[in-house]
């Protein structure tokens, strides 16, 4: 892989700081530091810290644990988080080819990034339709193009992918990066089958495309297996992951992380230097201090323990949809994550109902326009099942119906 040909112009011109070069310097045994600007720990009032789980045990954080989640660090991540999540992804995905990992505060933190490294206003990005409303609020004013593929039950469309490509006129303005949210997508709550990904690899090896596999729901997935990552078959190297532990732990601890080849990651790296620095030290001390000791096994039986949860409410709502929304609307059932994505019956714009006379009902959802890359008016609407009581599901759907049904009097 030609890294070289897919890093933007911005891009390559990042160097590495001066400062953050001196990091792993510093830890050397008897090296003495008068070159960085770390403030003196004998100054921070913080001296330990201890952490109560739901399970009820409670884990210590001693002075010196705190003493480095308080100071300066490497900006890839804690060495030891860093460590823990190399031996996660080799153990869940075992991919093909070496790979690196940089830590960030969340992962949109650093899918941000590598948007930044990949893209200028000149080029087009792959993107499924409909797509992650999060990662377009950054790329609309980046002012890149947006080639969309069609996704259905089944997740992204082979076939469309194959046929955008094909007949894309310029090869020299080809899209060189495909953009996916593959496992519970945001908004369809649909996931992409193993065997399109099967199908989608061997395009982007056709056509020598990177795919960014944005994937914070992989471990909310409600099958007895999860399906396997387009990282777990990565011969070449030309997969970058995005992984997220908003979902499973804490979206406010904000730590994510992305993993790929080094070349990739290590100018990701470099935007972090001359952004972040690192992600929050502390932040990162306690996921790390709960996976460690979890251990991995500890850490998928929570996982499996979350998607179980999830898969209930999921089932619930869609107990719900049917109930109210039967010949009021469509939608497929979702087989991993916490979004439901509803077309409305009759309806072609569900922009104004939803944002105006929802509201007034006292019901949140999202219309779909926010979703399609390229402008388009839509029927559609996200639903989001994760944090309503059962109750509120099924209250929040009978009010849905009503209001399907005046505006289709209207």
């Given at each position: 892989?030609?890294?070289?040909?897919?890093?933007?112009?911005?891009?390559?011109?990042?160097?590495?700081s001066a400062?953050?070069?001196?990091m792993?310097?510093?830890?050397?045994?008897?090296?003495?530091?008068?070159?960085?600007g770390n403030?003196?720990?004998?100054?921070?009032?913080?001296?330990?810290?201890?952490?109560?789980?739901?399970?009820?045990?409670?884990?210590t954080?001693?002075?010196?644990?705190?003493?480095?989640?308080l100071?300066?660090?490497?900006?890839?991540?804690?060495?030891?988080?860093?460590?823990?999540?190399?031996?996660?992804?080799?153990?869940?995905?075992?991919?093909?080819?070496?790979?690196?990992?940089?830590?960030?505060?969340?992962?949109?933190?650093?899918?941000?990034?590598?948007?930044?490294?990949?893209?200028?206003?000149?080029?087009?990005?792959?993107?499924?339709?409909?797509?992650?409303?999060?990662?377009?609020?950054?790329?609309?004013?980046l002012?890149?193009?947006?080639?969309?593929?069609?996704?259905?039950?089944?997740?992204?469309?082979?076939?469309?992918?194959?046929?955008?490509?094909?007949?894309?006129?310029?090869?020299?303005?080809?899209?060189?990066?495909?953009?996916?949210v593959?496992?519970?997508?945001?908004?369809?709550?649909?996931?992409?089958t193993?065997?399109?990904?099967?199908?989608?690899?061997?395009?982007?090896?056709?056509?020598?495309?990177?795919?960014?596999e944005?994937?914070?729901?992989?471990?909310?997935?409600?099958g007895?297996?999860?399906?396997?990552?387009?990282f777990?078959?990565?011969?070449?190297?030309?997969?970058?992951?995005?992984?997220?532990?908003?979902?499973?732990?804490?979206?406010?601890?904000?730590?994510?992380?992305?993993?790929?080849?080094?070349?990739?990651?290590?100018?990701?790296?470099?935007?972090?230097?001359?952004?972040?620095?690192?992600?929050?030290?502390?932040?990162?001390?306690?996921?790390?201090?709960?996976?460690?000791?979890?251990?991995?096994?500890?850490?998928?039986?929570?996982?499996?323990?979350?998607?179980g949860?999830?898969?209930?409410?999921?089932?619930?709502?869609?107990?719900?949809?049917?109930?109210?929304?039967?010949?009021?609307?469509?939608?497929?059932?979702?087989?991993?994550?916490?979004?439901?994505?509803?077309?409305?019956?009759g309806?072609?714009?569900?922009?104004?109902?939803?944002?105006?006379?929802?509201?007034?009902?006292?019901?949140?959802?999202?219309?779909?326009?926010?979703?399609?890359?390229?402008?388009?008016?839509?029927?559609?609407?996200?639903?989001?099942?994760?944090?309503?009581t059962?109750?509120?599901?099924?209250l929040?759907?009978?009010?849905?119906?009503?209001?399907?049904?005046s505006e289709?009097?209207?």
């Amino acid at each position: 892989m030609d890294y070289q040909a897919f890093i933007a112009p911005l891009s390559k011109r990042r160097q590495p700081s001066a400062i953050r070069s001196l990091m792993p310097l510093m830890a050397q045994p008897g090296m003495i530091s008068l070159g960085g600007g770390n403030p003196h720990p004998g100054t921070f009032p913080f001296v330990g810290m201890s952490i109560q789980l739901r399970s009820g045990e409670t884990l210590t954080l001693d002075e010196q644990e705190v003493a480095t989640g308080l100071q300066y660090s490497p900006t890839n991540g804690l060495p030891r988080l860093v460590d823990w999540l190399r031996k996660l992804q080799t153990t869940e995905h075992k991919p093909p080819v070496e790979f690196d990992v940089c830590v960030g505060n969340g992962s949109q933190d650093v899918l941000t990034k590598a948007f930044d490294m990949l893209l200028t206003s000149e080029d087009t990005l792959l993107c499924e339709s409909p797509a992650y409303v999060g990662s377009l609020s950054f790329l609309r004013p980046l002012g890149c193009k947006f080639a969309e593929v069609s996704s259905d039950a089944e997740g992204l469309q082979p076939k469309e992918l194959e046929r955008v490509l094909a007949e894309w006129k310029d090869s020299a303005t080809r899209p060189r990066v495909l953009y996916s949210v593959p496992i519970g997508g945001n908004p369809t709550g649909c996931s992409t089958t193993l065997e399109r990904k099967k199908e989608i690899y061997e395009i982007a090896r056709k056509y020598n495309l990177l795919i960014m596999e944005d994937d914070p729901y992989y471990y909310l997935q409600f099958g007895e297996t999860r399906t396997p990552s387009y990282f777990s078959m990565d011969v070449d190297g030309r997969v970058l992951r995005f992984d997220s532990f908003s979902k499973i732990l804490s979206a406010g601890v904000r730590v994510g992380w992305v993993t790929g080849p080094k070349p990739l990651i290590e100018r990701i790296t470099l935007h972090s230097q001359a952004s972040i620095l690192h992600a929050s030290g502390m932040s990162q001390l306690m996921v790390q201090k709960v996976l460690e000791h979890w251990g991995i096994e500890g850490f998928l039986k929570h996982t499996d323990a979350v998607s179980g949860f999830y898969k209930s409410k999921s089932q619930f709502f869609i107990e719900c949809a049917k109930k109210h929304l039967t010949g009021l609307a469509e939608w497929v059932e979702p087989n991993a994550g916490m979004f439901v994505w509803i077309k409305l019956s009759g309806i072609s714009d569900s922009s104004s109902l939803i944002k105006m006379k929802a509201v007034e009902k006292k019901v949140l959802l999202v219309p779909g326009f926010e979703f399609f890359p390229n402008p388009k008016v839509t029927p559609y609407v996200r639903a989001s099942f994760s944090t309503a009581t059962y109750e509120e599901i099924d209250l929040a759907l009978a009010r849905l119906a009503d209001l399907i049904r005046s505006e289709q009097k209207e």
